[in-house]
């Protein structure tokens, strides 16, 4: 089992950037797939990003191919998400989420951290 704690959201005007952590309890991090998901109000929780076990590959929504980056440091039992080019509608709670296979789906992760609010206003 894990527990996920994210940090460094906030709010931010359109261009701008944020680089979100989520650090992970436990000693088996870098058997875990992690995961960035958000959830904007009225809509569903929505894929974004998201990093194998080793960091050797990553998948992407195509809304933030180009803008959004992840990486992981597993001697430190964290992952990030680097948000470049920030747009109003990137607004939501970002969540990360782990488990042993990457997925794009949130039904593909057992553990989920709180979630962190980022505000991208116009």
């Known amino acids: 089992q894990v527990q996920l704690v994210e940090s460094g959201g906030g709010l931010v005007q359109t261009g701008g950037s944020l680089r979100l952590s989520c650090a992970a309890s436990?000693?088996?991090?870098?058997?875990?797939?992690m995961g960035w998901f958000r959830q904007a109000p009225g809509k569903e929780r929505e894929f974004v990003i998201a990093?194998?076990?080793?960091?050797?590959?990553?998948s992407y929504a195509d809304s933030v191919k180009g803008r959004f980056t992840i990486s992981r440091d597993n001697a430190k039992n964290t992952v990030f998400l680097q948000m470049n080019s920030l747009k109003p509608e990137d607004t939501a709670v970002y969540y990360c989420?782990?488990?042993?296979?990457?997925?794009?789906?949130?039904?593909?992760?057992?553990?989920w951290g709180q979630g962190t609010q980022v505000t991208v206003s116009s």
């Open positions: 989420a782990a488990d042993h296979l990457l997925s794009t789906a949130p039904i593909g992760y057992r553990y």
């Open positions: 436990g000693r088996t991090f870098s058997t875990y797939a």
């Open positions: 990093v194998s076990r080793s960091g050797g590959s990553t």
